[in-house]
């Protein structure tokens, strides 16, 4: 019988830890090949994962609750004595060294290294580095957390000449990155400086935040601290669309056995006006925009929870109405009963959340990191309208809906945010009434 160390595997692109949720088998237990060892939590979903091969698990080296880096071992596994698990050991050793390798991949060290390695932190301000050098290593890893060179300058380095060192910036990143916001240290005090308020909060229930909520929080305020949001605004007379989904929904469903919502159809109109504006579809690296060549769509979809996901359609301007109606019913269900996987939310380029299924008029949604732009659907709406005809001005019920755009004022300008949003709305208007299914 052989011991083998069981490391966490990798479980995405952009993951470099995750949360210990719950171990399914405990120390000195047996398992089979396939059942889940541990479930663990990512910023984006939850994992189970399984055993590589039938055995006993020896020993548990992270706990619940415990956030551990992508690579490292997180418990010791037994083999079974049967020879026919050699294959499966082989195989599942190339894997987590593969995932080992990884520049993000980091062993946890004790409180004494890190008191050691990094210099006690203030959050209250900062000293700001001007001459400091970032290696490589640095760069990659800093790209990784969506930290800025201006960040990372506000970081003190125990390097040689204060350079900023891997372990540097992996203290940083585990207390919280608390000069993410911070005021620089100035000599005299000049202009506006944001004061340190003391505010009552009140008193009530306390409802602590579940580990979700807190992604979501630290997603959001990150995307408002990285891009510069603009919101633009345009109606939409959506008379024609509705009457053709209220005159083909029964059809369509007896057709393909899916129902026909306003979302494939809005995905639809999105992905056509994506591929009339691609500058849209991209994302700031740096001082380089990367136009996207895939129109993956994200679809805002709250959870049972309350909390919000974003699942993906893929390759939406490659699909037809069909196949984009069956690949949204199945992602919204999928949210709804917990079982999304992680390749379900991953690889986004342009994200529309529905803010009218909540009965809102608009909203101003904040931009799905990294990319350009975000589109905010409100209530369909009866409404009375002047419409110009030959014969005259008239005034007819019309169902109206009002579209807003967020973008990233750093890559998308005013110009090309109006005329994107004006091309969805045209393509939502001029739906083709004798369109069959």
């Not at 409802?207 to 929080?217: A, P």
């Amino acid at each position: 019988m052989s011991k083998t160390e069981f490391k966490l595997p990798k479980m995405g692109e952009s993951i470099t830890e995750g949360t210990i949720i719950e171990w399914h088998v405990k120390e000195g237990e047996f398992f089979e090949k396939g059942d889940v060892l541990v479930e663990v939590g990512t910023d984006k979903v939850d994992n189970e994962v399984p055993a590589p091969f039938s055995g006993t698990l020896l020993e548990i080296k992270y706990q619940d609750g415990d956030v551990v880096a992508i690579g490292a071992v997180v418990a010791i596994l037994e083999a079974a004595s049967d020879q026919s698990q050699k294959k499966d050991n082989d195989t599942f050793k190339a894997t987590t060294k593969k995932a080992a390798a990884s520049p993000y991949a980091k062993t946890p060290k004790s409180k004494q290294q890190q008191k050691a390695e990094a210099p006690a932190v203030k959050t209250t301000a900062f000293q700001v580095n001007e001459n400091i050098f970032i290696s490589p290593l640095v760069d990659s890893i800093a790209r990784n957390h969506h930290i800025s060179y201006e960040e990372l300058a506000r970081i003190p380095g125990t390097g040689i000449d204060g350079r900023l060192r891997k372990s540097d910036l992996f203290q940083y990143i585990s207390e919280g990155r608390p000069y993410k916001f911070a005021q620089p240290v100035q000599e005299q005090a000049s202009g506006f400086q944001v004061p340190d308020l003391k505010f009552d909060k009140g008193q009530g229930k306390i409802i602590e935040m579940d580990r979700m909520r807190q992604m979501i929080s630290d997603h959001m305020v990150f995307s408002k601290h990285t891009s510069p949001h603009v919101t633009a605004y345009v109606e939409a007379d959506l008379t024609d669309m509705v009457n053709w989904r209220n005159k083909n929904k029964e059809a369509f469903q007896k057709k393909y056995n899916e129902r026909l919502t306003f979302t494939p159809i809005f995905i639809e109109c999105v992905a056509k006006a994506i591929k009339d504006f691609p500058m849209i579809n991209s994302s700031l690296d740096g001082k380089n925009i990367i136009v996207k060549e895939d129109i993956n769509i994200g679809l805002a979809t709250a959870l049972p929870s309350g909390n919000l996901i974003v699942p993906v359609v893929r390759n939406a301007d490659k699909k037809n109405l069909k196949e984009l109606a069956a690949a949204a019913n199945e992602l919204i269900v999928k949210a709804r009963d917990n079982k999304l996987s992680a390749d379900d939310t991953r690889g986004s380029t342009f994200t529309i959340s529905n803010v009218g299924t909540f009965g809102s008029l608009m909203g101003t949604p904040i931009i799905n990191q990294p990319e350009a732009a975000i589109l905010a659907t409100g209530v369909i709406k009866k409404r009375a309208e002047v419409m110009e005809r030959e014969d005259g001005d008239t005034i007819e019920i019309r169902q109206m809906m009002y579209l807003s755009l967020s973008f990233d004022h750093r890559i998308v300008d005013g110009y090309l945010a109006g005329s994107f949003l004006r091309r969805i709305a045209d393509y939502m208007e001029q739906i083709d009434m004798s369109r069959s299914i």
